[in-house]
């Protein structure tokens, strides 16, 4: 039996007309949305704009924390200092408001006749002169081992500083500090974090009395300005707090500039 042939199609002469379906509904698409964007309701659009500026510019609904620990660019580490900034001052405002100079020996007087008792027992101390005041304060009396939270003591003696502070309007900067025993927990990584923290701490509590947040700046050095031999007996004293209270913005400055020189 014979085979049939199969019959070979020539080449279709009508594919253009696939492509040619493809741009006509392009067009079409693109007219769909000329016709929707010149149609837009205006009063739908007045509604979203104004809802969106007033999200964008609502207050916040709380206050900025001070962070510590991995956010290492708002804690700039500089000359071995975990140093966390405070709000700078509005830019209508002068830094004369912030730097007025006071008598600081009388400043010396009232804080030693207001504190006799801690003194005397050494918990606290005092040295000064015509251009700063240090104030020194156990971290053992302050905070719990390992922690930032302060005491109820600390709570009290950190109050009656601020009111007497508060009648002046010169700078103050709280140090936290360590010795070199290591710290690594879920809190802090370091004994530079935990300075910085207790620092921070007192910080927040001048400002919760009525201090001046301007006026305010926090440091951790950590265990790298040692009172006395970290590695004796008597290592305890390196755990403390400092306020160091300054007769203006210059003499803090340059206070800090030598303290960052020593070794």
């Known amino acids: 039996m014979a085979r049939k042939r199969l019959k070979v199609k020539g080449p279709s002469h009508e594919r253009w007309l696939i492509s040619y379906a493809d741009f006509m509904t392009l067009m079409f698409a693109f007219?769909?949305?000329?016709?929707?964007?010149?149609?837009?309701?205006?009063g739908k659009y007045k509604i979203l704009a104004s809802s969106l500026v007033g999200v964008f510019n609502s207050p916040p609904t709380s206050?900025?924390?001070?962070?510590?620990?991995?956010v290492?660019?708002?804690?700039?580490?500089t000359d071995n200092r975990l140093i966390i900034k405070p709000n700078e001052p509005s830019t209508h405002e002068t830094s004369d408001t912030i730097t007025q100079e006071v008598?600081?020996?009388k400043l010396e007087a009232q804080l030693?006749?207001?504190?006799?008792?801690l003194l005397k027992q050494g918990i606290m101390s005092l040295e000064g002169s015509e251009d700063w005041i240090q104030i020194t304060l156990g971290s053992k009396v302050l905070f719990s081992k390992g922690s930032s939270e302060p005491t109820r003591a600390a709570e009290n003696i950190i109050a009656d500083v601020a009111m007497i502070l508060g009648n002046y309007n010169n700078p103050i900067q709280i140090e936290g500090h360590t010795d070199n025993i290591p710290i690594f927990n879920k809190e802090f990584r370091s004994n530079w974090d935990l300075?910085?923290?207790?620092?921070?701490?007192?910080?927040?509590?001048?400002?919760?009395?009525?201090?001046?947040p301007r006026r305010l700046a926090a440091v951790g050095y950590g265990e790298f300005q040692p009172l006395v031999d970290n590695n004796g007996a008597d290592r305890e004293r390196n755990r403390r707090v400092v306020l160091l209270v300054s007769r203006s913005a210059v003499t803090r400055d340059a206070l800090n500039q030598v303290r960052s020189q020593q070794p």
Request: proline share 4%; aromatic share 6%.
């Open 103 to 105: 008598d600081m020996k």
């Open 195 to 212: 300075s910085a923290a207790r620092a921070a701490t007192v910080v927040r509590q001048l400002q919760d009395e009525g201090l001046d």
């Open 72 to 77: 290492a660019r708002q804690i700039p580490i």
């Open 31 to 42: 007219f769909v949305v000329l016709y929707g964007i010149s149609s837009v309701n205006e």
């Open 63 to 70: 206050s900025d924390p001070i962070q510590i620990g991995d």
């Open 112 to 117: 030693t006749e207001g504190f006799e008792g």
